[in-house]
């Protein structure tokens, strides 16, 4: 289960929506500005049993209970960030009374997984994802506005936690311990990602490249049932049962591309396909080459920035120059077909002149024999 979206700009929302259903993006994507995520109930693994009197069952759990109260009281008021959430029309501090609670029984639940499989042979993959989907589950502020309440608490409980617990083995502490911090560290080469522009800039390259010519056709429907915009092997969650990506940048995109690119042209190509005995209709290819061609050099002037009346009449003047080669180029090239037609022709008119001979031959052997 996930934390119910609660949209804090619905002019954003429906305009993503719209933009989606009338086909201007793939996909509808909104800013993490203009929504907040709720809070969820976590479950905990099987075999945990709640204390009797639970929270207030010994002194550790009333101890972490009374810190939340105390956090609570403290908040909005405790960060700048969170600070801003007093301005915010959809901010209303009641909602979030549920933070002390929840924050207790989260830390019990963790230390019931990790108690339970820290001597299994998948214990880190079992108890990270966990934490990860524990994390997830105290939702998540717009952007600007701070972590979501109780979430800082939570892991810094469990970091101290861990670091102070004897009994687990010191190898083991520390991955757990590299795992916890390593999520609290900010990123250092974020760069946000819009998934529309991914999708368009891949489509954009199917659109350009020449899959038109006659020994590349067959690799279209390939390339156009991917969609490389994410990196690595996706990861599922055991319980959540999601599966997330991490997604490329901009940079990563155009480096698969060109990648892409130099790998088909190097691997399919004429000089290939000459070697192979496969180049049989030469005008044929010659004319899809030279239709290719132009395609993209009209896809280059397309790409041109204009400023002033000289940039396109310096635009103007290189279509005209490739308008000229083209005409010239595809004119040779239809010569060349139509000769290639008229000798395929001629010889096939031959081959048939000289086959109606012969079965004419055939025949009066035929009926001479039959006379005799």
């Given at each position: ?194 998934i529309n522009l991914l999708i368009g800039k891949y489509k954009e390259w199917l659109r350009h490249f020449p899959f038109e010519l006659s020994f590349l056709s067959h690799l279209k429907p390939y390339f ?11 990861e599922t969650n055991i319980y959540t049962g999601l599966t997330g990506f991490k997604l490329k940048i901009k940079k990563q995109l155009i480096g698969f591309l060109q990648s892409a690119t130099l790998t ?109």
């Amino acid at each position: 289960m996930l934390g119910t979206l609660n949209v804090i700009n619905a002019e954003n929302f429906i305009k993503a929506m719209s933009d989606m259903q009338c086909g201007k993006t793939e996909i509808a994507q909104i800013s993490s500005l203009d929504f907040e995520l709720k809070q969820y109930i976590t479950k905990p693994i099987e075999g945990y049993e709640e204390p009797k009197n639970f929270p207030n069952c010994c002194g550790k759990h009333r101890q972490l209970l009374q810190f939340g109260k105390e956090r609570f009281e403290a908040f909005p008021n405790c960060c700048d960030n969170h600070r801003k959430l007093n301005a915010a029309a959809w901010f209303k501090k009641e909602a979030y009374a549920y933070m002390p609670l929840k924050l207790v029984t989260t830390i019990a639940y963790t230390w019931h997984c990790i108690a339970k499989h820290i001597e299994s042979d998948d214990w880190y993959k079992n108890i990270t994802d966990y934490i990860e989907y524990t994390r997830k589950s105290y939702g998540q502020f717009p952007d600007g506005f701070g972590a979501p309440i109780g979430l800082n608490f939570y892991v810094n409980t469990l970091e101290k936690d861990i670091e102070n617990e004897k009994e687990l083995p010191v190898k083991k502490k520390e991955k757990l311990l590299n795992f916890l911090r390593k999520e609290e560290e900010p990123g250092t080469d974020y760069e946000q990602t819009d998934i529309n522009l991914l999708i368009g800039k891949y489509k954009e390259w199917l659109r350009h490249f020449p899959f038109e010519l006659s020994f590349l056709s067959h690799l279209k429907p390939y390339f156009e049932r991917q969609m490389p915009i994410h990196t690595g092997k996706g990861e599922t969650n055991i319980y959540t049962g999601l599966t997330g990506f991490k997604l490329k940048i901009k940079k990563q995109l155009i480096g698969f591309l060109q990648s892409a690119t130099l790998t088909i042209i190097k691997e399919i190509n004429t000089r290939k396909i000459y070697h192979d005995n496969q180049l049989n209709d030469t005008a044929g290819v010659q004319l899809e080459l030279v239709l290719a061609k132009r395609k993209i050099e009209l896809e280059e002037l397309d790409k041109s920035g204009w400023e002033d009346r000289k940039d396109y009449i310096k635009v103007l003047k290189k279509w005209l120059n490739g308008e000229k080669q083209f005409v010239k180029e595809i004119n040779s090239a239809f010569k060349d077909k139509n000769k290639i037609d008229f000798t395929r022709d001629l010889i096939n008119g031959f081959l048939g002149l000289a086959e109606k001979r012969h079965q004419r031959t055939m025949h009066r052997q035929y009926k001479g024999e039959q006379t005799r």
